[in-house]
């Protein structure tokens, strides 16, 4: 048990003092990551989630690291297709 709690400790030793540098970002396999942003609220950027008696919109903006895609993505929400536990909270 005392080695486990050891390794614990270290391992957290060791997450607190990493830093991120501009070398660690920009190494190549960063770019593989994929950044995705849903608007609850309306702003300039993206459309706020609406709804309409039984339908909901939404829109989503998500971008590809790697080959830099920028995508906007409007999702329509059948709320009563959904899940009949969830009924009480959407609807």
Request: net charge positive.
């Given at each position: 048990m005392?080695?486990?709690?050891?390794a614990a400790?270290?391992?957290w030793r060791a997450a607190?003092?990493?830093?991120?540098?501009?070398a660690r970002?920009?190494?190549w396999h960063v770019w593989r990551a994929i950044f995705a942003a849903t608007g609850i609220t309306s702003s300039d950027?993206?459309?706020g989630i609406t709804?309409?008696?039984n339908i909901a919109t939404s829109e989503t903006l998500p971008i590809r690291g790697k080959s830099r895609t920028i995508r906007r993505i409007q999702s329509i929400h059948y709320l009563d297709c959904k899940d009949?536990?969830?009924h009480p909270f959407i609807l």
């Open positions: 005392k080695r486990i709690a050891a400790s270290r391992s607190r003092t990493w830093v991120l540098t501009r970002c920009c190494r950027l993206l459309k709804r309409q008696v009949t536990t969830l």
